[in-house]
Each structure stands twice: as structure tokens, then as C-alpha cells.
């Protein structure tokens, strides 16, 4: 929201303003009190305007952004976690930071993961009635085809386990083209889009609704068994290979986006090779097999498992702290990506950005009162895997979950699971800042309810007004690492950024690449992130906390499929 229109309503009810009313003196009054009750926090929040000032300079003169990027993104690529690329990754970011300064750079161990799995190459074509080359990308975690496959395709519609004996006995030795009708449109808005003053605005009513409902949707173990059990239908029924559109509403135009398709638990059998195709070629496929006419492919797809990737790691690094040392102040990001492109966007961006705002605090030569610590999280993609174990083994834990389902899976978020348990090192946490999405500009802060917090960043926005940073939001946002924090009660925050291309071309998608970056977006997300870790670290107190968030019922189980 505009920090005109908080919620909160930091200077009083400016709409009072100027209102005839015979009761204008009763309401000016009322206003008036309100402004004391916040201003006073406003006033006193010590914003070191000097330290922001060199931290500007050298974030825009001398960015190490782009060579940054370039490491990541083009020299070691896509970041699936469990893949030979993911430690590569993990070695770069640690000799990174170390090369910038900073202290004790090393990767923590956490688990279990299940097996790795990368993707090698693919070749895909349609042989008859036409001869043309596809579009297309191996879901992970399947398998390969074990050299060239050629076969006739068959379409296939399965929305649940009883669509199985529609086509049992019906697909042995076939090409399964699976999936509901595509409809592909024309685009109709920007795929480009900058956040409006009107868009920032919209952020601002808090959303009552949605506080304090399950964490965890009783659909989520119903659709991962249903994936489950459709892999091994498809194996039972000796299907060769199946080729899906992986987006119901997918842009088109050759972008192919692509996530899992298998399972990590390696007692699970990997099932049968899973690709996504681009929709027009999807289309093309699902159109001639309607007019009745033969489909002929020729599929080659090399992908490899790795038993030996049930241990990931997150690359950690500090500055070390004066007088406050032991008392923290964390950032970080995801550094996993999914396979297709080179996790520009999601998340190389963030993980950069991060990178740059400690080494910009590094080169100043700031000894800050307490430690930074940055954080670069593998296993975001699976499920915040990373992040959670670390809070786990550092900060505090709910029950663990039971069940087979549950073999990976952390409780951490699961408020259905039990109470928390803090640690000591809970207590010495000031705040977790998170970057995730995508390459945008960072426009303002989820709050995550943290309504004590909206006078002291208000404070730390100020500087930054001229670089479009205006908006707070009591709102809650999800999908990414700084949630493992708030549910110890850390203070995490994710920043708001432009969406730019993220959801219309990037996010999981094979357009996930290096030209997608936006370099000077990039600069001032750097800076800004530079600009509230120095601040955090540099105040009297930690930031003031919400309580933690009490267990809920456990749902009922839902039934199986």
C-alpha cells in the first residue's frame, strides 16, 4: 500500500482534513491523539543517513551484479536440488562470500532430501503425418527413455483414480498424450508490468479472511497420492513415455513451464518418463488425434538419479557483530531453481541481490553491533525444505509429522502438527529479510501482521522514496523462506517487487534465463536489502515481535482417491 493509505494510519486519519462537520473539533482532537500514539516511534527511529549514503553510492557505482549473475546463471545454470549443479552452486556462493570478507563461509548440512535427479538431454519430433521438431522438457524426477523410442501416440484424460479403467489394458507400447483440452489465447495484457501507485494502493486493506486459517490445505496429501498412484498406473499399464502441458492458462509462445514429475523417496519406483511439451505443439498433437489420424514420435531423453543426494546443504556466511555479536540479523534466498532455464528470475535474482548487499556492507569496512548472516536456501522449490531444517535445527520445532506422505516433509508450518518448541538461539534472532520474486525492483515490505515494525520501516523507507520503495502492507505473503521464520516467531519479512515478467514468461518456466534480468532493478533491490540489515543491525533493540502463531485441530483425513 501507499504510504499514504496505511492501514495503520502512521500521521492520523489525514481524510478528517478540512471536513465541515459540527463535531470537526471532537475529530481533530481524535486525530491528533492518534499521530502521538505512533509519531513518537517514527520520531526516535535512528536513521544513519550517512552510512545510507555510502551504501548508495557503491551499490550503483560499483555493482558487482552483473558478474554475479553471470557466474550463477550462465557458467553453472539451472539449480535443481539434488543435482550436480546444485553443489557446484553451493561451492560458487560459499567461495563467493569468502572472497568478499566474510566470516566462517560454509555449508550446512540438512536432510533427508531423497534422491537427485538432473536432466542430460532431449530430443523430441513428430516423425507422421508431418516431420517436425517439439518443444519439449523432461518433468523431474522421471526417467529416461534408454535410448531412441519411437511409437503411435494415444490421448488420455485422468483427473483422478477413477479414470484408470477407462483405459486399462489400453495404452501398453503408446506415446500417452495426457491432459484436458488447451485452450491457447491470444495475449491480451502486458507481459511486462510495473506495480501502479493505483496497484500499491490495493495492498493496503488487510485481509481478515485469510488470518488464521489451516496451514496446510486437506486437498495436499490427496493430490500428491493421486500423482503417486497415477505414476504407477502408468508404469503397470507399460506406457513408453507421456507427453503433458504442464499450465491449465499457459502464455504460450514457446515458453514451457516445468516442475516435478516423479518422486524423490527412493523407495518409490521412478514410474515412466513425464515431458511437458510447449502448448501449440501439445495442441497440434491432441488436434490430429481428435480428426482421427495417426500421431508417430521419436523421443531420446537422457536424465540421471543420484542415490546419493538425501544430504543438501545451505551456504552460510557472516559479519561478524561488535557489541550486540551475539544476537543475529539474517538474509536470504533460494538458490534452487527448477531445470529448464538457469533459475534467473527464480531465484538467481534473489540470491545476487543478497550477495551484493553484504558485500556492499563488507567493502565500507561496517562493523555492525550485531552479526549479519546470510543464508542461501537449497530445497525451496520442493517445499521450503532448506529453510526449514535450518529453523529447525537452530530456532525452534513443532511435533514431528507421522505417515509415509510425510517421509521429507518438516512440521515446521503444519500449526495442525502441535505447539512450537523454541531454542535458545530463538531469542537472539532481530529479524530474517527475504528476496523471491523475481527480478523486479523492491517497492515496499509484507508486514506479516507485524504492526509494531510499520513505525520503525516507515523510518527506514524514508531514503528510499526516490527509488520508488513507498509501501507497507499488514498483509501476509507466502510460497517462500522467510515463513519458516515467522512460524518461530522470528520476525521475517518478504520485500514487495515489481512482478516485471515473472508470472506471464519466468517463473518456472525455460524463459527463466539470464537476458530476463533487469540489471538496475536489481542495483536498487541490493541496496535497499543493504540499507534495513545495516539498520536492523545497527538499532538498540531487535525488532519487536508478534506472538507465535498457537497449533490448530488436525483436519480430517481426506479420503483417498
Known sequence: MSSRMHTYKMRGEGGYTGVRHRNSARFLALSVFLASCTLPIYAQEKVRLETISRIRYEGFRN???????????DEIGGRLTGSPNMKRA????????????????????????????????????????????????????????????????????????????????????????LGDDLLVKPIQELPFERL???NLSELSPYDIERAGRPSRSPEFAQRAHFQDELNKFLAGEKVLVVVEHDREASPAGGTVFVSGGGSRNPTIAPGVPRLAL??????????????????????????????????????????PGGDKKDELVMLGAHLDSWHT????????????????????????????RRTIRIALWSGEEEGLLGSEHYVEQHFGSRPALTGS???????????????????????????????????????????????????IFE????????????????NNTGGTDHLSFDAVGIPGF??????????????????????????????????????FVYDAAMRDEMLPRKPIEPPLPAPATPPVP
Open 278 to 319: 510447449a502448448a501449440e505443439h501439445w495442441n497440434r498433437i491432441a488436434r490430429i488425434l481428435a480428426h482421427g489420424k495417426a500421431v508417430e514420435l521419436e523421443l531420446t531423453v537422457v536424465n540421471h538419479f543420484y542415490d546419493d543426494a538425501s544430504t543438501q546443504y545451505n551456504t552460510i556466511a557472516e559479519i
Open 63 to 73: 555493482s558487482h551484479i552483473p558478474e554475479l549473475a553471470s557466474g550463477l546463471m
Open 459 to 474: 523510518a527506514w523507507m524514508q531514503p528510499f522514496r526516490d527509488l520508488g520503495m513507498t509501501t507497507l502492507t499488514m
Open 196 to 198: 501502479s501507485d493505483k
Open 90 to 177: 553451493n561451492d560458487w556462493t560459499r567461495d563467493q562470500l569468502a572472497s568478499f570478507g566474510l566470516a566462517h563461509a560454509h555449508l550446512e548440512p540438512w536432510g533427508p532430501f531423497g534422491r537427485g535427479w538432473a536432466q542430460e538431454s532431449i530430443s523430441v519430433r513428430m516423425l507422421s503425418p508431418d516431420v517436425a521438431p517439439l518443444i519439449a522438457y523432461a518433468k523431474a524426477w522421471t526417467p529416461g527413455t534408454n535410448g531412441t523410442v519411437r511409437a503411435g501416440c494415444v490421448r488420455a484424460i485422468i483427473a483422478s483414480a477413477a479414470d484408470f479403467e477407462k483405459y486399462r489394458g489400453k495404452l501398453a507400447g503408446k506415446i500417452v498424450v
Open 494 to 531: 518478504q520485500f514487495i517487487q515489481d512482478p516485471i515478467e515473472y508470472e506471464s514468461r519466468t517463473h518456472h518456466s525455460n524463459m527463466d534465463v539470464y537476458d530476463r534480468l533487469q540489471f538496475d532493478d536489481l542495483k536498487q533491490a541490493a541496496v535497499i536489502v543493504a540499507s
Open 341 to 368: 532455464g538457469t533459475g534467473a528470475t527464480d531465484n538467481g535474482a534473489g540470491s545476487i541481490v543478497m550477495m551484493e548487499a553484504v558485500r556492499i556492507l563488507q567493502s565500507l569496512g561496517i562493523t555492525p
Open 405 to 455: 506422505d510425510n517421509w521429507d516433509r518438516g512440521s515446521l508450518r503444519v500449526r495442525e502438527a502441535g505447539p512450537v518448541t523454541v531454542k535458545p538461539e530463538q531469542a537472539k534472532v532481530s529479524a530474517y529479510f527475504n528476496v523471491d520474486n523475481g527480478t523486479g525492483k523492491i517497492r515496499g515490505v509484507y508486514l506479516q501482521e507485524n504492526s509494531v515494525v510499520a513505525p
